[in-house]
Nanobody
């Protein structure tokens, strides 16, 4: 079992920055790919970023590439999402997720086994 707890969300003006954290419990964190997804009101959940089990490979949605950075610290069982240059369209609930079956990371939500409860990010114009 892996339990995930996100933090770091909040209200920020357009152009600002936030750093989300996701703390994981369980022995399998360092064997798992980690991903960030988001869901805006009335929209489907969408992929944001992912990192493989070692942190050596990262993947981003086109909409956040160059603005967001995903990283992980396996010693602290934590994955981060640094978000710079935030835009109102980034407003959503952000979820972190862990994939044991796909340690190389995946863009697909159904390949992730464990999910956090989500943290709200609101970007004002």
């Amino acid at each position: 079992q892996v339990q995930l707890v996100e933090s770091g969300g909040g209200l920020v003006q357009a152009g600002g920055s936030l750093r989300l954290s996701c703390a994981a419990s369980g022995r399998t964190f360092s064997d798992s790919a980690m991903g960030w997804f988001r869901q805006a009101p009335g929209k489907e959940r969408e992929f944001v970023a992912a990192v493989n089990w070692s942190g050596g490979s990262t993947y981003y949605a086109d909409s956040v590439k160059g603005r967001f950075t995903i990283s992980r610290d396996n010693a602290k069982n934590t994955v981060y999402l640094q978000m710079n240059g935030l835009k109102p369209e980034d407003t959503a609930v952000y979820y972190c997720a862990a994939s044991i079956a796909y340690p190389g990371a995946s863009y697909y939500a159904h390949r992730y086994d464990y999910w956090g409860q989500g943290t709200q990010v609101t970007v004002s114009s």
